[in-house]
């Protein structure tokens, strides 16, 4: 049960520290002309949305490459956060040791 706790505690940390960036739109912050506009033609207005995405799923924008993915992916990590990919989710569904698959 201490497992489970510490994971809910942890989480709860985690959103409080980083519930102001989430909700962020991304006009507050400075991406290159580029980066910007695919973003708001891909419907991405906050930072919980951008993280949502894979990197699979931003390069296959339009006008979006690997400049821009480094881009993204730079300013997350300053923000300790990352995109959405596989590796996370399974690293995150290993923490909740009380469900059951």
Do not use: H
């Amino acid at each position: 049960m201490t497992q489970a706790w510490d994971f809910v505690n942890d989480a709860i940390l985690w959103q409080t520290r980083n519930s102001a960036v989430l909700a962020a739109p991304i006009e507050e912050f400075e991406f290159t002309v580029r980066t910007m506009g695919t973003l708001r033609a891909e419907g991405i207005k906050t930072i919980a949305d951008l993280i949502e995405k894979t990197d699979s799923e931003l390069i296959r924008c339009p006008n979006f490459g690997m400049v821009s993915l480094s881009e993204i992916k730079r300013f997350l990590a300053a923000r300790g956060l990352t995109l959405k990919s596989p590796e996370n989710v399974k690293r995150m569904e290993a923490k909740r040791p009380w469900q059951t698959y």
